[in-house]
């Protein structure tokens, strides 16, 4: 069964920094790009970030750039999102998903989510 | 800031038909295929239809998509208590570096 898991996520001040995380099972990360996309409360879903498989490229969404960024450890199955100098309007659930490598670049595979509040 | 627009809202009674649309430009939906996730409350996105018309192993077949020109719609057929749900399309945009996602529809079963 494939699985992916986040965590890191807690309450941080504004200027403060997490790392967050997502170990995957049933499949290998060495064949997948890997993504992170956030929902703010009772808003809609924000792509953040994507990192390919051999970790050459990676893309930020305009919001995050200079301050998040995107990492994997294929050989640990996991991938990671730094984020430094949050701010209250990054508050938000993060998951990470799975690329499908197919028409439309479809994101196949969720993890449940970790909740990132940044607040005072 | 979605740059795909979807309708707030879509009701309709168990059995019926509900459609949702999805509105995009020439540099997202007009150029690249589109991608459906159900949201049910409190759980991550699912994919139900991608490449804009292509069901996913697993997704009852009451789901379908298309696309035409800058606009995409997904159907939902046979309306069942468990469709209730937030549903988003997503595209990718020539401008950017990744997928962007729609508004988001809020399905109500009455």
């Known amino acids: 069964e494939m699985q992916l898991v986040e965590s890191g996520g807690g309450l941080v001040k504004p200027g403060g920094s997490l790392r967050l995380s997502c170990v995957v099972s049933g499949f290998s990360l060495n064949y997948f790009t890997m993504n992170w996309v956030r929902q703010a409360p009772g808003k809609g879903l924000e792509w953040v970030a994507s990192?390919?498989?051999?970790?050459?490229?990676?893309y930020y969404g305009d919001s995050v750039k200079g301050r998040f960024t995107i990492s994997r450890d294929n050989a640990k199955n996991s991938f990671y999102l730094q984020m430094n100098s949050l701010r209250a309007e990054d508050t938000a659930v993060y998951y990470c998903?799975?690329?499908?490598?197919?028409?439309?670049?479809?994101?196949?595979?969720w993890g449940q989510g970790t909740l990132v509040a940044v607040s005072s | 800031q979605s740059v795909l627009t979807q309708p707030p809202s879509a009701s309709a009674t168990p059995g019926q038909r509900v459609t949702i649309s999805c509105s995009g430009s020439t540099s997202n939906i007009g150029t690249n295929t589109v991608n459906w996730y159900q949201q049910l409350p409190g759980t991550a996105p699912k994919l139900v239809i991608y490449s804009n018309d292509q069901r996913p192993s697993g997704v009852p077949d009451r789901f379908s998509g298309s696309k035409s020109g800058t606009s995409a719609s997904l159907a939902i057929s046979g309306l069942q208590s468990e469709d209730e749900a937030d549903y988003y399309c997503a595209a990718r945009d020539v401008s950017l570096d990744g997928p962007v996602f729609g508004t988001g529809t809020k399905v109500t079963v009455l």
């Open positions: 998903a799975r690329e499908f490598p197919g028409p439309g670049l479809p994101f196949d595979f």
């Open positions: 990192i390919n498989t051999g970790s050459t490229y990676m």
